[in-house]
């Protein structure tokens, strides 16, 4: 059971450079989601997506895009990166209505921008 | 905005103690509450949930219940192990925005 597939795990950028971050769910789900987590700040939103084609914005997403072009999988983008995008980044997924359904998640994958 | 706020951590307690994770919201509307959990070096999933005010939800002796008078949602556990260590996270679902927002998180650490 594969379930949130993110990869890759750890990747170390120097300022400037860019990069994709992968996620693939063998759920079938509809509604896919981009978090990164920093010490103190919880999870927040950079980007989501309801549907395969679509993508909307969420709380931080400056610096990022995405994309949504298969159902299965959801690309987080970083096209120049900047010390301040230094963070864990987790994908999710649900396909069940937000207000009983679960959010699967991946396990995460650590950035470092020199 | 709707928003979740948590109590800061680290919480540390000693095996078989009595936990309480204070969570209160802030929020238009009727949204649910959800209590996510994060073991060290995975990514989060749900522990418990309650979809409407006075519902409890439960879970691997976890519980905490929807009040809407006091826009709560404390977690609880009668007597905590060593493998209940982990991040805890609040959230609420934004209808509007079909998403969920989260809370910054109370690390736990349980000590033999």
């Known amino acids: 059971n594969a379930g949130v597939t993110q990869t890759p795990k750890f990747r170390v950028l120097k300022t400037g450079q860019s990069m994709t971050l992968l996620c693939a769910q063998d759920?079938?789900?509809?509604?896919m989601y981009w978090y990164r987590q920093d010490p103190g700040m919880g999870l927040r939103l950079i980007h989501y997506s309801v549907g395969e084609g679509t993508t909307a914005k969420g709380e931080v997403p400056d610096g990022y895009n995405v994309s949504r072009l298969k159902k299965q999988n959801f690309l987080l983008g970083l096209e120049s990166a900047a010390p301040s995008q230094t963070s864990v980044y987790f994908c999710a997924s649900r396909d069940a209505p937000l207000n009983t359904g679960e959010l699967f998640f991946g396990e995460g994958s650590r950035l470092t921008v020199l | 905005g709707n928003s979740v706020t948590q109590m800061e951590g680290p919480v540390t307690l000693s095996e078989e103690a009595f936990l309480t994770i204070n969570c209160t919201y802030t929020a238009t509307g009727y949204p649910s509450l959800f209590w996510y959990v994060q073991y060290p070096g995975e990514g989060l999933q749900l522990l418990l949930k309650?979809?409407?005010?006075?519902d409890k939800g439960s879970n691997k002796g976890f519980e905490a219940t929807y009040r809407k008078e006091t826009t709560s949602f404390h977690l609880e556990k009668g007597s905590v192990q060593v493998s209940d260590s982990a991040v805890y996270f609040c959230?609420?679902?934004?209808?509007?925005?079909?998403?969920?927002?989260f809370g910054q998180g109370t690390e736990l650490s349980v000590k033999p």
């Open positions: 759920m079938n789900h509809e509604y």
């Open positions: 309650a979809t409407k005010a006075d």
């Open positions: 959230a609420l679902s934004d209808q509007g925005g079909g998403k969920l927002i």
